[in-house]
């Protein structure tokens, strides 16, 4: 179950983040009035082809922090038509900068002739 702290004080932050660092995600945001929100939830596991891992976590907008393996069937479904529709949209970004670092290379090509009166120029 996600846990949360706010503190004034930087060094009482460090030194509560200290205390429970094992075992625990942790995250800290700075607040708008500089005080420190320090936010964690137990790292909990889980087995896959018989080999035990620490779940991931997820950290919703409003900061919440949960175990991947507690998400809720709708918000897990959300989470992967994001992670889906970034994914595209990457591809896009990538492809586009293929197809311009192609167009730049193809501009920047020397020709055969030139090449080749280039060599002979250097060879003599």
Same mark, same amino acid.
């Given at each position: 179950?996600?846990?949360?702290?706010? !503190?004034?004080?930087?060094?009482? @932050?460090?030194? !509560?983040?200290?205390? /429970? =660092?094992?075992?625990?995600? /942790? $995250?800290?945001?700075?607040?708008?009035?500089?005080? !420190? #929100?320090?936010?964690?939830? @137990?790292?909990?596991? *889980?087995?896959?082809d018989?080999?035990?891992?620490?779940?991931?976590?997820?950290?919703?907008? $409003?900061?919440?922090?949960? +175990? #991947?393996? $507690?998400l809720?069937?709708?918000?897990?479904? +959300? /989470?992967? =038509?994001? &992670?889906? =529709? +970034? %994914?595209?949209? *990457? =591809?896009?970004?990538?492809?586009?900068?293929? %197809?311009?670092?192609? &167009?730049?290379?193809k @501009?920047?090509?020397?020709? $055969?002739?030139?090449?080749?009166?280039?060599? %002979?120029?250097?060879?003599?």
């Amino acid at each position: 179950m996600h846990q949360t702290k706010d !503190f004034i004080d930087p060094q009482q @932050a460090i030194e !509560f983040i200290q205390s /429970i =660092r094992t075992g625990n995600v /942790i $995250d800290v945001v700075t607040k708008a009035d500089g005080t !420190f #929100c320090v936010n964690w939830v @137990a790292i909990k596991k *889980y087995v896959a082809d018989g080999v035990e891992y620490d779940d991931e976590v997820w950290t919703t907008q $409003d900061g919440r922090m949960i +175990n #991947c393996q $507690d998400l809720e069937l709708e918000h897990a479904k +959300n /989470i992967i =038509r994001m &992670t889906l =529709r +970034n %994914e595209r949209k *990457y =591809r896009e970004q990538d492809q586009a900068l293929a %197809e311009a670092l192609q &167009t730049a290379v193809k @501009a920047l090509s020397v020709t $055969d002739d030139l090449t080749d009166d280039l060599a %002979e120029r250097v060879l003599h």
